[in-house]
């Protein structure tokens, strides 16, 4: 029977959204960006789950994202990779941003299955897209607006097989970092992890 990815990452939201102080607490600033026009420096610190490596500043910029946790070595293989990006806010809602990122991947894979939810943030409001894809890779991503002075918006992203064994610990860590992703406004400090 087909595992559905997106009733575990509703349970696992629900879960972690609630008990988000008990999560792993975040090392420091884990991306940053220097102010742009109307776009003010920021910060973004992360939980990092035990056993992840940050990075923002090497594999990150070699692939062009903003950071990205990784447990092991680097392969430089997307899946069980948490990726951060933050872009300059052009669409006028949240929900407009998921509704894109749904019409491109669907564009590439039109017998894919997707789904969506909301997901309880302390400080910023979250929709998690769940995309199931027909290649057997499902991919879950996080959309988060830290509001609209920031001028930003940003996601966290992972890729994983639909039968990889340890999806729900993978699962779990991840929705660990988006509950505890923080956006901070001004001047960055030095970026650990990378």
């Not at 490596?53 to 950071?67: E, F, H, K, N, P």
Request: hydrophobic share 45%; glycine share 8%.
């Amino acid at each position: 029977m087909r595992h559905c990815l997106w009733l575990a990452c509703a349970w696992l939201a629900f879960c972690v959204s609630a008990q988000a102080a008990d999560g792993p607490a975040a090392a420091g600033p884990l991306a940053r960006g220097a102010g742009d026009g109307a776009v003010p420096a920021w910060t973004i610190d992360a939980a990092t789950p035990a056993g992840w490596t940050r990075d923002c500043c090497l594999y990150a910029r070699a692939i062009g994202v903003d950071a990205v946790l990784y447990r092991g070595e680097w392969t430089g293989e997307p899946q069980r990779v948490m990726v951060l990006n933050v872009w300059p806010r052009k669409l006028p809602t949240l929900a407009a941003e998921l509704e894109a990122d749904r019409k491109r991947f669907l564009q590439r894979d039109p017998a894919a299955k997707a789904g969506d939810f909301p997901l309880r943030h302390r400080a910023m409001q979250c929709e998690v897209a769940v995309y199931q894809g027909t290649d057997r890779i499902d991919d879950v991503v996080a959309f988060c607006d830290p509001g609209q002075a920031t001028g930003v918006r940003l996601s966290w992203s992972m890729a994983l097989a639909h039968d990889d064994p340890q999806r729900r610990a993978l699962l779990d860590d991840f929705m660990r970092v988006v509950v505890a992703s923080r956006y901070a406004r001004g001047p960055a400090p030095p970026v650990h992890g990378g």
